[in-house]
């Protein structure tokens, strides 16, 4: 079972249309990161959000994190070919001096001209 | 430009064969992880490395994987033997925790592992 589920898997738009994928889990994270990840390339960080309910806006991209802390969304707002790519969900977990870092299988998101 | 250093970048080997994959993290970083992609089930942690002391390697195969930091600067993952199934990219990402770290991962390019 995987910790985190990614949602949709595959997604294809068109250049202009807005778009959201979902991170959901049963279990309560003390932050959550989003990747993306290009072929070829390590994913890299787009954005942590660490407290219930928090939004935060980067350009085009809205995350939010849920109340309960426990899921998430992306919504793209115009996409365009340059936002295609593999976008990650990572939930973090913290026990004493433990950290893990667990990772959706994501979302391959193609942007079409 | 500070990045993480990932070697080698592929790697064709048979079956049976050593494979040692090396990664310099970023310089000041406490933090070391090996995770391994595949298609099938996506990122996977293998280890986790705080301050060079393994705290996590609950996610690698004991039988045949080992993962060590011998110093600061160098993390190891090497299988030993190699089979098919472990044919994958492999990913370290070191990052900064405490004294005022994010908890954000710099991850390399990767090694892709291909068992023959």
């Known amino acids: 079972t995987q910790l985190l589920e990614q949602s949709p898997q595959f997604l294809s738009i068109q250049e202009g249309e807005n778009l959201t994928v979902y991170c959901n889990s049963s279990?309560?994270?003390?932050?959550l990161q989003w990747y993306r990840q290009e072929p070829g390339e390590g994913p890299v960080l787009l954005v942590t959000v660490v407290t219930g309910g928090e939004v935060k806006k980067l350009k085009r991209l809205t995350f939010q994190f849920g109340d309960a802390r426990k899921d998430s969304s992306l919504h793209i707002t115009a996409a365009q070919p340059g936002d295609t790519g593999l976008y990650l969900c990572?939930?973090?977990?913290?026990?004493?001096?433990?950290?893990?870092?667990?990772f959706g299988k994501g979302t391959l998101l193609t942007v079409n001209p | 430009d500070a990045r993480v250093t990932q070697t080698p970048r592929d790697k064709v080997t048979e079956m049976g064969q050593e494979v040692t994959m090396r990664c310099q993290p970023i310089l000041g970083h406490n933090t070391v992880f090996w995770y391994r992609q595949t298609m099938m089930q996506g990122l996977e942690l293998l280890a986790y490395?705080?301050?060079?002391?393994?705290?996590?390697d609950s996610g690698m195969p004991k039988d045949r994987f080992s993962a060590e930091m011998p110093d600061a600067t160098l993390a190891t993952l090497k299988i030993q033997p190699s089979e098919p199934r472990d044919s994958a990219v492999y990913f370290c990402?070191?990052?900064?925790?405490?004294?005022?770290?994010?908890?954000?991962?710099?991850f390399g390019e990767g090694s892709r592992l291909t068992v023959l």
């Open positions: 990572a939930g973090a977990q913290s026990t004493g001096s433990n950290y893990k870092l667990t």
């Open positions: 490395f705080r301050n060079r002391a393994p705290l996590d």
């Open positions: 990402a070191s990052g900064l925790r405490g004294q005022g770290g994010t908890g954000e991962l710099f």
């Open positions: 279990s309560v994270f003390s932050s």
